[in-house]
Structure formats: structure tokens, C-alpha cells
Nanobody, 128 residues
């Protein structure tokens, strides 16, 4: 059974830090690219960051560059999103997702949100 299970969300003050985790199971971790997305009520889901399977190349939305960092632990089948210097506009439900696609199309695919597997999300609330 394919699962992506996010954790680590919660309430954090503006300027603080938080680390989200996503544990993957039921498919071959190393063959998939992973991304983090977020969504607030009434808005479309937004791409946040992605990491390619083969070489670990990372990609970020402009709105989070320099503050959020995606990483992975392949031995633990886990993806992370380190959130530093958080802002109220980072408040959202954060989703982890995975897709298997040729390496050259990984980033465009993730940026479009064309992912195969999705987690159920974890809520991050940033207070000002």
C-alpha cells in the first residue's frame, strides 16, 4: 500500500523554525522525485520545493528561496522540509508528493503539480 505520511506541523511564531517530515512506503523511494506543496483555504495548491531522485538536485519556488530547504534521507525513505524565518504567509497545509518521470522533466513536472502520490498533509500555522 502506497503511503506518504507527513508530520511536524504545528504553531510557530513569526521568525521561528519548523521541520516537516514525510515518510514514504509502498513504492521504490529511489526511483521517485519528491516535492512539497502547500494550500490555504480558497486558494490553489502551490508548489514549494522539489528534489530529484537521481542526483538530489533541489528546486524552490521564489517565495521560499533562502528560507525553506528540502532534503532527503534515502535510508529512512524520508523527505524533509526545514522551514526557517517563517512568515505568516507560510501558514498552510503542507503536502508531500512523489512522481516518477524522466530526469529532464522532473522539475517542470513537479512545478505543475503533476504528482502520482500525495500525502494527506500537515498544518503549519505561523503567528505574528
Amino acid at each position: 500500500q502506497v503511503q506518504l505520511v507527513e508530520s511536524g506541523g504545528g504553531l510557530v511564531q513569526e521568525g521561528g523554525s519548523l521541520r516537516l517530515s514525510c515518510v514514504a512506503s509502498g513504492f521504490t523511494f529511489r526511483n521517485y522525485h519528491f516535492g512539497w506543496f502547500r494550500q490555504t483555504p480558497g486558494k490553489e495548491r502551490e508548489y514549494v520545493a522539489g528534489i530529484r531522485s537521481n542526483d538530489g538536485t533541489k528546486d524552490y519556488a521564489d517565495s521560499v528561496k533562502g528560507r525553506l530547504t528540502i532534503s532527503r534521507n534515502s535510508l529512512a525513505n524520508t523527505i524533509y522540509l526545514q522551514m526557517n524565518n517563517v512568515k505568516p504567509e507560510d501558514t498552510a497545509v503542507y503536502f508531500c508528493a512523489a512522481v516518477s518521470t524522466p530526469l529532464g522533466s522532473a522539475v517542470p513536472t513537479m512545478r505543475r503539480g503533476d504528482m502520482r502520490y500525495w500525502g494527506k498533509g500537515t498544518l503549519v500555522t505561523v503567528s505574528s
